[in-house]
T-cell receptor, first 110, second 114 residues
């Protein structure tokens, strides 16, 4: 069993839709939770960073962490074609070692 | 602020050949990482340096992969000999020691082994 599980998609939605992306994890040692966005042929870039259970909002993006269920989510409101990318959840345990999920490919159609 | 630089961007080699990748991190970043990203998967950490010392190389296939970070700045990752399953994007990232240690990624080197 992988430490971090993520549905690979692809997820196709119309422009303006609310998108929900999710990850589950098995290791209770993970302390910090992140979402990265990766455009085709580019490196990942950090979108959201959280360290506690609850919600964190940044513009159209909301990250949600439920440590008791070992479940994290990223919501994108009013999705745009420019949001089309692969979204990677990632988690950090001691030593700043990042463990990534497999990524979900999102396509937002105009 | 300049980002993480990597070269080459693309490389095609035959199996059993050797190849090297180069990374220049963001100026002042003490920690440098090499990741392997196979198509359709998330990045997997190969090795982490802090300054010029190795912090973690537990997932580096040491029989064929090697990495060094001389003088605590640039780094090279080498594969010798390459296998078909090494076809992947090799990503370099760097971070500071302070704050939340956000990792900044370079564009990657896409390796194809034929």
């Amino acid at each position: 069993q992988k430490e971090v599980e993520q549905d690979p998609g692809p997820l196709s939605v119309p422009e303006g839709a609310i998108v929900s992306l999710n990850c589950t994890y098995s290791n209770s040692a993970f302390q910090y939770f992140m979402w990265y966005r990766q455009y085709s042929r580019k490196g990942p870039e950090l979108l959201m960073y959280t360290y506690s259970s609850g919600n964190k909002e940044d513009g159209r993006f909301t990250a949600q962490v439920d440590k008791s269920s070992k479940y994290i989510s990223l919501f994108i409101r009013d999705s745009q074609p420019s949001d089309s990318a692969t979204y990677l959840c990632a988690m950090i345990r001691a030593g700043n070692m990042l463990t990534f999920g497999g990524g979900t490919r999102l396509m937002v159609k105009p | 602020e300049a980002g993480v630089a990597q070269s080459p961007r693309y490389k095609i080699i035959e199996k059993r050949q050797s190849v090297a990748f180069w990374c220049n991190p963001i100026s002042g970043h003490a920690t440098l990482y090499w990741y392997q990203q196979i198509l359709g998967q998330g990045p997997k950490l190969l090795i982490q340096f802090q300054n010029n010392g190795v912090v973690d190389d537990s997932q580096l296939p040491k029989d064929r992969f090697s990495a060094e970070r001389l003088k605590g700045v640039d780094s090279t990752l080498k594969i010798q000999p390459a296998k078909l399953e090494d076809s992947a994007v090799y990503l370099c990232a760097s971070s500071t020691l302070a704050g939340r240690n956000e990792q900044f990624f370079g564009p990657g080197t896409r390796l194809t082994v034929l």
